[in-house]
């Protein structure tokens, strides 16, 4: 059977997906997107995800962290909810955070939980992520950088009986190492055939998979699209943890506005316009300061005009 060909984003296409921003309206109604995120010497990358969520619309942002990095986000992104979780002597999330977390979501309003940026891959916070999905299966879950290579740690039979235990979908969202490490494989594997590699991912964690690189690709198992946006000026720290926010304050959005839409449909309408955005800010940012000198920062300073110009 002849795999699906793979179309192109565009400006024309993705604009019809940014959610609407009634004027009349109030934060509850733009979503809550919960980030566990963040490590001693990494919240850096959970700032950027808090930060990039708020830009793009989010009506709350709450960060989940080891108490000794909690006070980073106050200072840092003061708009940003914060939660002191359990911590180990490394300063990383404790396994015993897994279960209060997931008592908090079940007694709150959160339409996306996102995990990974900074979070590290320390034993007892290895026990925290995938106790965690299991605890949480009401709620759609986008999973980047540590956050996948936690997955890759584990025997196939656990995440198995894992993605059995949720009713709702997982994004992830690999770079090409990250995705080889998933699978047992080689990044050059990856890089050669990426199209496949994609429909893979999101047909074995039951949601959708962005696998990132030059022509960021999207792909819920049957469709796959490409986006032409961002270059090589974005191909710095802290870039992907930028498109983790974006693309989970859009999700929370379209959850938040459209309770009734397909969750697995939302979520691939959210990482195509987030990834096409994230690479559009890049294009406006390299334009400006040069392709030497782009920062993840920066793709969140130019995000509002990546907007603007849909």
């Not at 999101?202 to 049957?222: E, I, P, W, Y």
């Amino acid at each position: 059977m002849q795999a699906p060909k793979t179309l192109s984003l565009t400006s024309k296409l993705v604009k019809r997906w940014l959610p609407e921003r009634p004027v009349r309206a109030h934060k509850g109604q733009f979503g809550h997107v919960l980030l566990v995120a963040g490590s001693r010497g990494m919240s850096g990358a959970a700032v950027l995800a808090a930060e990039a969520a708020t830009r793009i619309g989010a009506g709350y942002v709450t960060v989940a962290a080891p108490r000794s990095q909690q006070s980073i986000f106050t200072c840092r992104w003061p708009e940003a909810l914060t939660w002191a979780l359990p911590e180990t002597r490394e300063g990383c999330i404790h396994s015993s955070a897994a279960g209060w977390i997931a008592e908090k979501i079940r007694k709150g309003s959160y339409q996306v939980l996102a995990v990974g940026p900074g979070l590290s891959t320390h034993p007892e916070t290895c026990k925290a992520l995938l106790r965690l999905l299991e605890l949480t299966p009401q709620i759609p879950v986008i999973l980047d950088a540590d956050g996948i290579n936690i997955l890759a740690r584990f025997p196939r039979r656990r995440i198995d009986r894992m993605l059995r235990l949720r009713s709702m979908p997982l994004l992830l969202t690999p770079h090409p190492g990250e995705m080889a490490r998933l699978w047992g494989v080689s990044a050059r594997d990856v890089e050669a055939q990426r199209e496949r590699w994609v429909r893979e991912g999101a047909l074995k964690f039951g949601g959708v998979c962005v696998l990132k690189g030059r022509g960021t690709l999207v792909s819920d198992g049957a469709a796959v699209y490409k986006n032409p946006t961002g270059s090589s000026a974005m191909a710095k720290a802290g870039s992907g943890d930028v498109l983790t926010g974006i693309v989970s304050g859009l999700a929370a959005q379209s959850f938040v506005r459209d309770p009734g839409k397909r969750v697995a449909e939302a979520l691939f309408l959210a990482a195509c316009l987030g990834v096409y955005l994230h690479g559009r800010s890049g294009d406006l940012a390299r334009r400006r300061l040069s392709p030497w000198s782009v920062s993840a920062q920066d793709l969140i300073r130019y995000l509002p005009q990546a907007i603007k110009s849909l």
